[in-house]
Every structure is written in C-alpha cells, then in structure tokens.
C-alpha cells in the first residue's frame, strides 16, 4: 500500500483542504457536492507535475472553483424540479466559525439565499472576491473572464448582495437568549412564548424536498407561522426534542422526533427578534450536522 505521509501532492492537497471545501460548498450551497467537487479537484490534482505549479493554492482553487461552477450549472437545472423552496445543506458549525465575522455572515442561511439568485458566474465572483479576497486576475483565470470584466461582475454582485443582506449584528449573549426563548417555545407550543419571541413580520422558509410535509412557499407573519410550526411539529409519534446548536454560523435548533432527526431549524435574528426561520426537512440534507464541519478562508501550514 502506497505511503501518502511523504507525498507532496498529497501534503499540498491536504493542506489546502479545507479552503476548497469551504470555496466549493459557498458556491454551491450543498456539501454533498462540495464533497464530489473536492474528488475531483483531487484526482486532477493527482496528475499535475508539481514543478510546473508556481502557486498551489491559486491552482487547488482555480481548479475547485472551475468544477464547481460547472455543477452549479447542472445543480440549478435539478432545483427547477425541486419540490417546495431549496435551502442550503445546513452544516454544523464551530464556535470559532461564528467568532470569524466574514466566514460567519457569507455562510448564514440568509446571505446564501441571496446568493442564490446570482448567476453561477456572479456567484463564484462574488465568493472568490468578497469571501476569500482573491485577486481579480487569479479570479479571471478561474472563471474564463478577463480581469477587466471580471471587476464588473464583483462590483454589480457586491452590489446585489448588499442591497438584500441583513444589517443588523446580534451578539452572541442576546443570540443565546433569544434561541433559548425559542426553544422553549416551540418544545411547548407556548402561544405567549412564541409572541415574545417571534417578530411580527417573520418569515419562515421549510425545505422537505418532496419526502416530508413542508410548505411548498414561503410563509409569512407571526400567526401563520406558528401555526405552521405546530403542524410540523406538535403531532408526532414519538418525543421530541431540541437541541440547542450552531448551522452555517447562526443560532438553530436540532429537532429530534423519538431520538431520530426530523429537522434543522436556523434562525435570523434583528433587534433581539426571530424574522427568519430555516427549517430543513429534507433527510438527504442531514449528512453535515453529526458533527462540525472544517471552514477555513486561509490554508493550513504544510507538515513535513
């Protein structure tokens, strides 16, 4: 069997890993994907004479961001049959994720969702420059653009974006208070609970993909949304449960029905209030809440 400890290629790829992971599941929003485009960035990197790579990094993300440009593609084209509204893979995330401002807020559920309606293009852009401030040259040359339009495409993007992001920061003293509240309300069906908690104009978007009961649109306001939330989760056979947790850099809450996982609820928090709840019911989309997932938007220092 073939020892990797003193391979190059290998110790590069390694060390790099967890960058392209967190460049491909930005761009993508699913880490299941993110996982297939890390494959085959690996195998194309397998066959590439190091010596002729000046800069590993650049190279390791040029390639990652090229795959995954190319599975967005085919992944919006399976979003159109999607049933009901498509959240992002909802991964646990680290406390340190949550402390690292920049990685938090590009990964929350509710700045992801605005990058959703960017064009592939605009979107690998806007990650690549915004996120991990890559060089508009080193992006041309991932994306097939000339520099010159590539600047463009950051600036309307970041533009895009900043019109449709949350403004407001919540620390982590008053997410932690405002999650507990939550979860008390939703473990008892508390009417008045809910109202404290809830603002009034909340919006809760619910993601079953067609395998378990979820609204096929978004709803909106206080009573419609409680409503719902008890329909989901106040007849059930079996206990449930809540977990107090962190996805994608937002407070949420890990929904056990009978010790199995029935769902991930994120939420957005303004003034101390719930305005958006997340509520993954899709099973395909559990696969990164055992445990947390690596992020980083540097690399990590080659072993040798």
Known sequence: MRDHTADPATDAFVAHRNLL????YEILGSAADAE???QETWLRWAEVDLAQV????AYLVRVTTRRALDRLR??????????????PEPLLTSPDVAENVELAESLSMAVMLVMETLSPTERAVFVLREVFDVGYDEIAEAVGKTPATVRQIAHRSRKHVDARRPREVVSPRQ?????????????????????????PDVVLISDGGGVRSAALRPVKGLTK??????????DKEGALTSEPTTVNGDPALLLRVGGEIDSVMAIRLEDSLVTGIYFVRNPAKFTHIAAATPLTLTCQPISR
Do not use: C, I, M
């Open 225 to 234: 949304v409680f409503r719902l939330l008890l329909a989901n989760l106040g």
């Open 36 to 38: 297939d485009v890390l």
């Open 21 to 24: 992971f967190t460049v491909a």
């Open 74 to 87: 085919a992944l919006r084209r399976r979003k159109e049959t999607y049933v009901g509204p498509w959240l």
């Open 175 to 199: 997410a932690q208070a405002a999650l507990a509240s939550f979860q008390h309300a939703v473990e008892t069906g508390d009417l008045q609970g809910v109202l404290d908690v809830l603002a």
């Open 54 to 57: 000046n800069d590993q990094r």
